[in-house]
């Protein structure tokens, strides 16, 4: 039998009170193992306190380019990554389409991302790894300005997000122009490719993903579909030991409330959902059963 260990990942730590205190209760009552830190959100501060009073959380950035404002001082530095009321692009579709267009510098891009990274440091977050909100990173011009952040950074770990499409796990799909974008994506060949590229540039990642199409709604009973066919897939892999990254976002049950920046996609998020299917006793059984190993992105 295969070993596979999984790390339960939390988004968006630091994004409000209640989101960062359903992180730290997840971790302490139930199976989420690591999280992501917005370093640039008003509770930053106080999930970075939290995170330091649980030091067995693994913590990583959750790099900021859309639906936020940079943490850069000086606004001028990094003008073209936001606009007049100096706010990042809404959403990730409003961010590529500028960076399509050449409107963003990624000189400031850099400047930006390693003052996230200074800005989790400074609060004492010791850095196991990195991930991006709404996974700018996967394009490649984002990837190669945030490798060159993390080498700097002497961060080796980073999510790989391309969850290749399974019909038997991820039906029914709701149709819309994000998830036709993640299918066109979410495929062997792309994944192979965004893998590669992240040995060339000396970064580690988990064997297997799973998140992209249940986003927002990583319920008990999608958490289970995925752990109850985690094995089946782990043969595709010609490796006896697999590191396999579930992405989940805890948090309060009316929670799209408590957000500044709240776009569509943010107010259907099943939150307190996502935060029962991590405490349910439920799962922690199929682990068990499956023998699973939960593990944190200092662990692998």
Known sequence: MKKISIIFNADDFGLTKSVSDAVIGAYRDGVLT????????EYAPYAA????????????????????KPV???ISRVRTLVDENGMFPANFM?????????SIDKNQMKIELMNQVKKAMALGVK????DSHQHVHMHPGVMAVVARVMREAGIRRIRNPVEVYDYRLHRPIKFSAGNIIKIAYMNPLYKK??????SAYGL?????????FFSGAMTAGNMMKFLGRARVMA????????????????????????????????EKYLWREEFLALTSPEIKKKINEQKFILCGYDSF
């Open 127 to 130: 850095l196991t790894h990195a």
């Open 49 to 68: 306190g939290l995170a330091a009073a649980n030091p067995g959380l693994s913590v990583g950035i959750h790099f900021q380019l859309v639906a936020g």
């Open 193 to 198: 490719w965004f893998g590669r590229k992240l």
């Open 235 to 266: 043969d595709r892999f010609d490796k006896g030991e697999l590191v396999c990254e579930i992405m989940t976002h805890p948090g309060a049950a009316d929670e799209y409330k408590n957000i500044g920046i709240c776009d569509g996609a943010f």
């Open 204 to 212: 580690a990642c988990p064997d297997m993903f799973f998140g992209q």
């Open 72 to 74: 850069t001082p000086d």
């Open 94 to 102: 409003d961010f590529f389409k500028r960076l399509h267009a050449g």
């Open 34 to 41: 690591s999280a992501t830190l917005l370093s640039g959100e």
